[in-house]
């Protein structure tokens, strides 16, 4: 079974700065997609951004981009010139492309505070 | 398009009483899927339809029961609540495809006296 592990239960970034959030994971597969969800305090579970596996090249949206390294099973999430609306809850999550593809496992979370 | 949609927001039951909460979606999507979100749990999987008529268990399965009987709306249904399912409730829809986001509905707060 796959897991997914984020090791910062909380961080926090000053506005306009940069941080970067962390997520392991675990998996024998070799074909498999990552995402990276926010959860503001809505509640509402919005996707920021989505790597797959046999792309070496790391995904980018706007502020927000990936540092993706397949070997190390290692998927950080850079939130660049960060902003107040940044601030929540953000998951790291796994999903097979074969298989068990109707589900995400997901890690425990990191709550991101921006400080103004 | 509404998207996905569940009801109630929020629900406080005593131990032992039964409720369905509801999900409904009106973006024609093949995989639908119940998790629910405990503190320091990150989301967990409860139990999935990848279509009409095809259901089946994820990770923490027991205590509730789903049915499919139309693409649009994916119930789950406690049996004899607990404390223990005091969570929040979330419902997902994504196409069939594992690079398609999965879309997630605004939850649903129970609490479980």
């Known amino acids: 079974a796959q897991t997914v592990t984020q090791s910062q239960p909380e961080m926090s970034v000053q506005e306009a700065e940069t941080v970067t959030l962390s997520c392991t994971y675990d998996?024998?597969?070799?074909?498999?997609?990552l995402f990276w969800y926010k959860q503001p305090p809505s509640r509402q579970m919005i996707l920021v951004i989505r790597?797959?596996?046999?792309?070496?090249q790391n995904a980018t949206e706007n502020r927000f981009s990936v540092n993706f390294q397949k070997a190390a099973k290692s998927f950080s999430l850079k939130i660049s010139d960060s902003q107040l609306g940044d601030a929540a809850m953000y998951f790291c999550?796994?999903?097979?492309?074969?298989?068990?593809?109707?589900?995400?496992?997901f890690g425990k979370g990191t709550l991101l505070t921006v400080n103004p | 398009n509404a998207g996905v949609t569940q009801t109630p927001k929020f629900q406080v039951l005593k131990t032992g009483q039964s409720m369905t909460l509801q999900c409904a979606q009106d973006m024609n999507h093949e995989y639908m899927s119940w998790y629910r979100q405990d503190p320091g749990m990150g989301l967990r999987l409860i139990h999935y339809s990848v279509g009409a008529g095809i259901t089946d268990q994820g990770e923490v399965p027991n205590g509730y029961n789903v049915s499919r009987s139309t693409t649009e709306d994916f119930p789950l249904r406690l049996l004899s609540a607990a404390p223990s399912q005091t969570s929040v409730y979330f419902c997902?829809?994504?196409?069939?495809?594992?690079?398609?986001?999965?879309?997630f509905g605004p939850g649903t707060r129970l609490t479980v006296l």
């Open positions: 997902a829809t994504s196409r069939e495809g594992s690079y398609n986001e999965q879309f």
């Open positions: 998996t024998s597969e070799s074909d498999y997609y």
């Open positions: 790597q797959e596996a046999y792309k070496q």
């Open positions: 999550a796994y999903r097979s492309h074969w298989g068990s593809n109707y589900k995400l496992t």
